[in-house]
């Protein structure tokens, strides 16, 4: 192959490659477009439910926890302290127990929902229990910490 050969084939290469980065970004540009939308729409739906719980439970952070996943807010409740009581006294804490503990009080999603979420994303769970904890100390967590 001549030098002008291998120029001219190098340069369609070149342009091809260019139709496919502008291609890609183009499908990347929409993509990001799409998820900032599904963003958007998902902040309201949570921050709707989180303003109905404020009127039904109380205050956000003292009476009940918002915990973000991508499939949604959760909502949890202070837990009953018979259900803290019995999980505190299993002295045992299988995954089983804290499910046991944390399920109670989610007053939303809906048990189904919920069991999507825990069966898509496993590590949830622990933020279940972990937001049922901070719910049933209540503000003597602040007060230790001063």
Do not use: C, W
Request: glycine share 6%; proline share 3%; hydrophobic share 35%.
């Amino acid at each position: 192959m001549s030098i002008q050969e291998l120029e001219k084939e190098l340069a369609e290469l070149e342009a091809k490659k260019a139709e496919i980065d502008a291609r890609r970004a183009e499908k990347s540009a929409e993509a990001e477009l799409r998820e900032k939308v599904r963003a958007a729409r998902r902040e309201i739906e949570d921050a709707e439910l989180i303003e109905k719980y404020e009127g039904e439970l109380g205050e956000l952070g003292k009476d009940f926890k918002a915990i973000s996943t991508d499939d949604g807010v959760i909502i949890m409740k202070r837990p009953h302290p018979a259900t803290y009581k019995r999980f505190r006294d299993r002295g045992k804490y299988t995954t089983k127990d804290v499910e046991e503990f944390a399920r109670p009080g989610v007053v939303h999603p809906d048990a189904q929902k919920l069991t999507d979420v825990l069966n898509k994303y496993p590590a949830v769970l622990d933020l279940l229990a972990d937001a049922a904890h901070d719910l049933a100390v209540g503000r003597s967590r602040e007060i230790a910490g001063k």
